[in-house]
């Protein structure tokens, strides 16, 4: 049974940081793609980076392209979202997302998905 499971959320001032982690189980998370997503109230859901087989390629949407960066720990099976800069349009719910079946990487179609951890940017 796949099992993501994310932290590292939290409340944070305009300009600071978080680390968002996702552990892995069930699946080892550099045999194919994992995403981190967000979600805002009131808005779609929004691509945010992806990893591929563990680093050798990423990818990040426009809105968080030098601020944010996604990494992964092999030995851990854990994927990690560095967040700097942070801004308050940056605060909504934030998913990762294993194994992308169909699509684009940061709009496509992913088989496992995480119950998310909530981040908030106060001005």
């Known amino acids: 049974q796949v099992q993501l499971v994310e932290s590292g959320g939290g409340s944070v001032q305009a300009g600071g940081s978080l680390r968002l982690s996702c552990a892995v189980s069930?699946?080892?998370?550099?045999?194919?793609?994992m995403a981190w997503f967000r979600q805002a109230p009131g808005k779609e859901r929004e691509g945010v980076a992806v990893?591929?087989?563990?680093?050798?390629?990423?990818y990040y949407a426009d809105s968080v392209k030098g601020r944010f960066a996604i990494s992964g720990d092999n030995a851990k099976n854990t994927v990690y979202l560095r967040m700097n800069s942070l801004k308050p349009e940056d605060t909504a719910m934030y998913y990762c997302?294993?194994?992308?079946?169909?699509?684009?990487?940061?709009?496509?179609?992913?088989?496992?998905w995480g119950q998310g951890t909530q981040v908030t940017v106060s001005s």
């Open positions: 997302a294993a194994h992308l079946t169909q699509g684009n990487v940061l709009t496509g179609q992913y088989n496992y």
């Open positions: 069930g699946y080892t998370y550099s045999n194919n793609y």
């Open positions: 990893i591929y087989h563990g680093g050798e390629l990423t």
